[in-house]
């Protein structure tokens, strides 16, 4: 006993001796990397949003009165110009036609004032003016052959101061007939049509307010879309209060959405988004058609409209749906994967590199765009170069690496291999089946390896039946 002992104590210190002498490697940090690559990436800018149709109208009465027939139903489509609802009409009716009764007569007595009244009057003033110049003429005759015959001495002083008389006279009412006449021609004409054409326009004024009057008891649409409210029935008080229909133009849609002022500085007219909500397949594309050139005193964010097409109806204005918009794309960019980032600040970053001897160095990097999975490398890093992803945090410069596979991939090829190995156990199984087929052949009882059973009060324990020569697992019993 003491003998085994003190071989085992050489033992231990031969070994003991040996480990000193060699030298302790630096232990290995297991950490996933990947090389960094280029590919295309894009600056997407995300948010909720409100859906609104491209066009809406609210169609409110514009005077009080019963409903009195609806054409259209709520779900309906409707054309722009369509009747869609009428109001009850019989006073404004019987208005029209009154004003239309009072147009007619004013209309006539235009006529009547410019085709009659003006020439009779003119022509009475013409024929002033006519005797008047007669008139003239002849005491003017009268008083040159007076005033001969005084000069001459056989006419008195008093006939010549008579004559005289008789042409001023004269003179004073045809220049008084003369003015009458220009007066008709230059204002009483134009005064009297003025008169009768004022009458005209006041009849005619009437006429179309009682017309538009009556034409407000008919409601029609004026944008083609879908009936989406109708909350009266025939026989009740439309009001001027309450919009009677609503008509919704759902061929487009707009999406609003509110975003921070430094998202919306990135954002240009016509870029391209995409609507998503719930339940629906596929994203639908769209663009941007808006972006408000000021800020909401409210909520200090920017109002964006994106624009998409809806010809299946799918988009309901009134649902909250979350839009993506692309403001800029990087062809052939250098990416790396988010999680290689450590220390970000800004623009600035840093990521661990391992080099060729499988050491983990930190290097600072500018990075750009940046989305959920990957990240835009400015400068400091080469395509190529090895990034860690996962491990990184806390591992100091110069450390010994081992790379492993992301546990997906890891996964992946247990897989594969359990599928190879499952395979190739199948296609051993088809080869032993000849052998089994052969060794079948003969006694049922043996072929099959089954039990011998012991007939019946014998007291004899079965023995194991012989197959193809070999003995089976229960041959021992």
């Known amino acids: 006993m003491a003998a085994i002992s003190a071989v085992m104590l050489s033992f231990c210190l031969c070994l003991t001796g040996c480990g000193k002498g060699e030298k302790e490697e630096a232990p290995e940090v297991s950490v996933q990397a990947v090389p960094a690559a280029t590919a295309d990436i894009s600056r997407v800018v995300n948010t909720d949003a409100i859906i609104f149709p491209i066009a809406q109208s609210a169609i409110t009465p514009k005077i009080n009165a019963p409903v009195k027939k609806f054409y ?16 009850e009409n019989r006073d404004l009716s019987a208005a029209a036609l009154d004003n239309k009764g009072a147009y007619e007569q004013a209309e006539a007595a235009y006529s009547t004032s410019i085709g009659a009244t003006l020439p009779e009057e003119n022509a009475k003033a013409e024929l002033d003016v006519q005797t008047a110049q007669q008139e003239l003429e002849a005491q003017q005759k009268l008083y040159d052959s007076r005033q001969d015959l005084f000069k001459q001495g056989a006419l008195p002083r008093k006939d010549l101061d008579a004559a005289a008389v008789s042409l001023a006279q004269a003179k004073s009412a045809y220049n008084i007939a003369r003015k009458h006449l220009d007066g008709l021609n230059a204002v009483g004409k134009k005064g009297a049509i003025k008169t009768a054409n004022g009458q005209l326009t006041s009849a005619k004024g009437k006429l179309l307010n009682s017309e538009a009057q009556l034409s407000y008891s008919e409601m029609r649409s004026p944008i083609s879309g879908f009936i989406t409210d109708r909350p009266l029935y025939p026989g009740e008080m439309a009001s ?4 009677l229909l609503t008509v919704m133009d759902l061929s487009q849609v707009i999406a609003k959405a509110h975003i921070p002022q430094s998202d919306a500085l990135q954002l240009h007219k016509g870029d391209a988004a995409t609507i998503s909500l719930a339940g629906l397949e596929k994203p639908m594309n769209g663009k941007v058609s808006l972006i408000s050139p000021a800020l909401d005193p409210n909520s200090t964010t920017v109002e964006v409209w994106v624009q998409a097409p809806n010809p299946d109806q799918l988009l309901r204005p009134g649902t909250t749906a979350q839009i993506a918009i692309t403001a800029q794309t990087v062809k052939d960019a250098l990416v790396v994967p988010s999680g290689a980032l450590l220390n970000a600040k800004g623009d600035a970053a840093q ?13 600072d990097v500018k990075t750009g765009i940046q989305t959920g999975q990957q990240v835009q490398i400015v400068s400091g890093l080469k395509r190529g170069e090895v990034v860690v992803t996962e491990g990184a945090y806390g591992l100091p410069d110069k450390t010994k690496v081992k790379i492993e596979k992301p546990d997906t991939e890891a996964a992946a090829g247990e897989g594969a291999k359990d599928k190879d190995d499952d395979a190739k156990s199948g296609d051993a199984a088809d080869a032993a089946k000849p052998d089994a087929a052969k060794g079948g052949k003969g006694n049922d009882a043996k072929g099959n390896g089954e039990k011998a059973k012991p007939s019946a009060g014998s007291g004899e324990k079965p023995k194991a039946a012989k197959g193809n020569g070999k003995k089976s697992s229960g041959a021992k019993d």
């Open 72 to 87: 259209v139903m709520r779900g309906q489509k409707v054309r722009q110009g369509q009747l869609l609802a009428t109001l």
């Open 240 to 243: 001027t209060a309450a919009p």
């Open 351 to 363: 990521v661990m590199v391992v080099d060729s001897q499988n050491q983990a160095s930190s290097r």
